[in-house]
């Protein structure tokens, strides 16, 4: 089966870029989307068909996905985005999650 | 603005049947993809499966042989049954809507706010 791949956790300074890197078999050939949960909350969409973001979410958050890797960017990062982070792709009519990063800001 | 809501018993025992049922309100059910998502306390997601609105299934094939997802669209929900629940059944359970379905990246962009299920006797 289909495994996307992220790191368990991701350090940040205020202010700095944020990398969460997302991989997989051929990723690049798929869309790739970016959810957001905070503890306690639902997850929220941040990033769809690999670099669009949904009405809301802010410009700091990117996207990208080429050949075996897709990566989330959170440029300027804020306290406020210190939360795990989702990647999901399509493989075979079954939507596969990463098993999520932990963005800590500190 | 769509809502999701999800519902159901919060405790179900070993090999019975767990039942969840997803009401969509302040929009139509018609023209999306409606996913069931889980996740295990402390885990990460897991999809189920999603139904089209005309009644079309996708299961996730690890949990396929054991679930069923179904739609009324004059009640503007749609539905979950996992049969033979164990103890790894356990976990908060999520219905989301998707734009695109499979193969499209139009992403999971509305979510319910999740309601928890445990299996134990």
């Known amino acids: 089966s289909y495994e996307l791949t992220q790191p368990p956790s991701v350090s940040v300074s205020p202010g700095q870029t944020a990398s969460i890197t997302c991989s997989g078999h051929k990723l690049g050939d798929k869309y790739a989307c970016w959810y957001q949960q905070k503890p306690g909350q639902s997850p929220v969409l941040v990033i769809y068909?690999?670099?669009k973001r949904p009405s809301g979410i802010p410009e700091r958050f990117s996207g990208s996905n080429s050949g075996n890797t897709a990566t989330l960017t959170i440029s300027g990062t804020q306290a406020t985005d210190e939360a795990d982070y989702y990647c999901q792709a399509w493989d075979s009519s079954t939507a596969v999650f990463g098993g999520g990063t932990k963005l800590t800001v500190l | 603005q769509v809502q999701l809501q999800e519902s159901g018993p919060g405790l179900v025992k070993p090999s019975e049947t767990l039942s969840l049922t997803c009401t969509v309100s302040?929009?139509?059910?018609?023209?999306?993809?409606w996913s069931w998502i889980r996740q295990p306390p402390g885990k990460g997601l897991e999809w189920i499966g999603y139904?089209?609105?005309?009644?079309?299934?996708n299961y996730n094939p690890s949990l396929k042989s054991g679930v069923t997802i179904s739609v009324d669209t004059s009640k503007n929900q749609f539905s979950l049954k996992v049969r033979s629940v164990t103890a790894a059944d356990t976990a908060v359970y999520y219905c989301?809507?998707?734009?695109?379905?499979?193969?499209?990246?139009?992403?999971?962009?509305?979510w319910g706010q999740g309601t928890t299920v445990t299996v134990s006797s």
């Open positions: 302040g929009g139509s059910i018609s023209n999306y993809f």
């Open positions: 139904i089209y609105y005309s009644g079309s299934t």
């Open positions: 068909e690999d670099n």
């Open positions: 989301a809507r998707d734009k695109g379905g499979s193969g499209y990246g139009a992403g999971m962009d509305v």
